[in-house]
């Protein structure tokens, strides 16, 4: 994600997946009403990779995300999105998720993360172009890439978002990943850290300890 543009929030509000907000006067929840451990904001990470050969990983591939909120597991959707498979299985191997914050939690809409720096602007150093089929819907436990609206849809860094409303009501301009399988649990309780009614960062922070890769 590099600098803010809008998009739908479930067809009435604007907002940004590379970007962040803030309201300081909504209400949030404390990490410990919901079974998170409290833990400190990782320092920012400066990643310049080259693009690897798109190979993807075999059918079943899984990635597993290790936070303070609890696992959750994506399987990789390596048929429809090859490439952009290939370049966040390469991603995870490279370590570039491991002490990385989700600087994004808007309730009823999306958990995002995967900025080494942090802040909602940061990448791998290199973008994938991978338009999703016109066919894409984006429900509950979908995983997509985040791009800023300037960008021509399927391109993709490494930030990445988990959808956690019915249906986020998005144009089909953002590369699938896969979906959930496993630690829906766990995606609710990063989203219940989300700030009610407002676009940005969790109430208290929400880190990416370690992300490993599973080809079955």
Known sequence: MRPKAPILLLATLA???L????DDETTSTAASDTGCTEVEDPAPKEVKLEKPDLEPPPAGTTATFETNCGSFTVELDTRN???TSASFAYLVEEGVYDDTAFHR???GFVIQGG???GDGTGGPGYFVDEPPPPDTAY??????MAKSAAEPPGR???QFYVVTGADAGLPTDYAI????VDGEDAVSAIEDLGVAGADGPPSEPVVISKATLDEG
């Open 15 to 17: 907002l940004a997946l």
């Open 19 to 22: 970007g962040c907000g803030g």
């Open 81 to 83: 999105a090859p490439r």
């Open 105 to 107: 939690v808007v309730p």
């Open 115 to 117: 900025d080494p720096s």
């Open 139 to 144: 429900t509950k436990g979908v995983v997509a």
């Open 156 to 158: 993709s860094g490494s």
């Open 177 to 180: 990943l896969g979906n959930v």
